[in-house]
């Protein structure tokens, strides 16, 4: 096996790196500059492709009346974006891995800045459907790099805070999103939503181009699996398209076709010299495969509360949507305090203690929500978001952390891609629980007053399966394994001895 060096020279050309990652302890001041100005730019990218992506669902409703949409058209707006993201995360983490990750990064914000640009425009139902589906590309590729590229330029020791800043920002533009634009479609218009995105974008690309010397790559000048990407990116389109069917029967039928060709292209992947994906990386390395499957947990029982909630706050406490956003904002902000001081403990300490014990915090908070009725008073609900906030804040960045420091560099923006391919399918996993449990308990009916002793009662299933559901994910968090040599020698034990040493 060919391994990455920080040495410079021949050897490092042999091993795929155009640019030697100095170490912790001597850092020069080149290499602390290098080090804030990745942070910048991964935090500034970080926050616009998540927000884009939930404040446009809050504005749907506005944009399907200027349009004349149909419920099903209006449902691709969304669906576009997060197909799109899904699809291409992994291929083009392994693009970049090949051919430059900051390279990449800066196609993938253009990208999605120009598209951005064009959405202030759209005339049309069928061109703007199109534009989100270049958005979700643009997105792809800027969080198939951004990860990488802060693992890459952070050492260990240091890692675990840096990313704790960037997912901060990753998850302040998921949670503020849908509040954020609410008030952008009533006091702006819908199209303010995107054109935000155009000035970030600018600044992104400018501070990229004049500040950002260098250059990461892990397998230089080996051939892309084509034929791969395409069966992975149609197993995983029908598996989060049937995610949208739930619990009609094409719904099953399109989820188990995705499996299959999951495992298709699982089995090609073991026969070819250059995978996409190095199934090795799930099969071999035990931290790995079971971080990831700890995120995929974790996004499918968390995901759709918020929805959940804010449709508990307006139908049944009687609250407009402006003031349900503001207490909804109680869970970001905690988030936001507390992933950062998780990534700087995750240096120090285990990252599956970390991660774990936030999973634990967060399976109390949706355990707590199983109780909700029409009574429940505010303060009941604001402690819950208050709770999964400081959950989801300690499990995010030192699960990634685990992620990223169990494989080797030249896996960095595959790592990369694959986190934030379970990010999308958790998601898409915990609306299609959502959905699927309304359409079985309330039916297709509006949720008036009537209805509201169904829909707590709906309310109380979700929180139970979401509930099950991160207890599992305690389990799966824990049995990863031990890292506590990452935050020394960058190299876990468990990766030693599976044969992903770094």
Request: with cysteine; proline share 5%.
């Amino acid at each position: 096996m060919v391994k990455e060096t920080k040495n410079t020279g021949s050897a490092a050309e042999v091993a795929g790196i155009s640019r030697p990652v100095p170490p912790s302890d001597g850092d020069t001041r080149d290499a602390a500059i290098e080090k804030r100005i990745v942070l910048t730019i991964a935090v500034l990218a970080g926050f616009i492709t998540p927000f884009d992506g939930s404040a446009v669902n809050i504005a749907l409703p506005t944009i399907g009346a200027e349009f004349h949409m149909t419920a099903i058209a209006l449902s691709w707006v969304a669906t576009a974006y997060l197909l799109s993201s899904a699809v291409f995360l992994v291929p083009f983490g392994k693009i970049a891995d090949i051919y430059g990750r900051k390279k990449i990064f800066l196609y993938g914000i253009v990208i999605f800045s120009f598209a951005s640009l064009l959405m202030t425009m759209v005339p049309s139902t069928e061109l703007l459907i199109i534009i989100r589906v270049f958005q979700g590309l643009g997105s792809a590729m800027i969080f198939g790099t951004g990860v990488a590229i802060v693992t890459s330029v952070f050492p260990p020791g240091e890692r675990g805070k840096a990313l704790g800043i960037y997912i901060t920002a990753v998850y302040l533009g998921l949670s503020l999103g849908p509040f954020l634009g609410g008030l952008m479609t009533q006091y702006l218009g819908w199209r303010s939503i995107f054109f935000v995105n155009v000035p970030i974008g600018i600044t992104t690309v400018v501070i990229v181009l004049w500040k950002l010397k260098g250059e990461w790559t892990g397998f230089r000048g080996e051939k892309f699996d084509l034929a791969g990407s395409v069966l992975y990116g149609a197993a995983v389109i029908a598996v989060m398209y049937g995610f949208s069917y739930l619990p009609d029967f094409k719904g099953a039928a399109l989820i188990a076709a995705g499996i299959l060709g999951v495992l298709g292209f699982a089995l090609y992947e073991l026969k070819i010299p250059s995978p996409v994906l190095d199934i090795r990386l799930l099969t071999k390395n035990r931290i790995f495969a079971l971080s990831n499957l700890a995120a995929l947990i974790n996004y499918s029982a968390t995901f759709a509360v918020t929805f959940l909630l804010s449709l508990d706050l307006q139908y049944t406490k009687g609250f407009t949507p402006e003031h349900a956003g503001f207490i909804l904002i109680a869970q970001p902000v905690v988030q936001a305090m507390v992933s950062p001081v998780a990534g700087r403990l995750s240096d120090r300490i285990e990252p599956r203690i970390v991660a774990s014990a936030g999973m634990a915090l967060t399976a109390i908070g949706l355990f707590l929500l199983i109780f909700l009725t029409e009574t429940t008073p505010l303060w009941h609900m604001v402690l819950t978001l208050l709770i999964l906030g400081a959950g989801f804040g300690l499990f995010s960045s030192p699960n990634t952390n685990a992620i990223m420091s169990s494989v080797d560099k030249r896996f960095y923006g595959v790592a990369s891609g694959m986190n934030g391919t379970m990010r999308l399918l958790g998601q898409m996993l915990s609306m299609g629980i959502a959905m699927m449990i309304f359409a079985v308990v309330i039916g297709p009916v509006e949720i008036t007053p009537e209805y509201y002793s169904r829909f707590v009662l709906s309310l109380h299933y979700a929180f139970i399966l979401f509930t099950v559901f991160c207890t599992l994910g305690i389990f799966a968090s824990l049995a990863r394994g031990k890292t506590s040599s990452a935050a020394v020698t960058g190299i876990p034990e468990a990766g030693k001895k599976q044969g992903f040493e770094k």
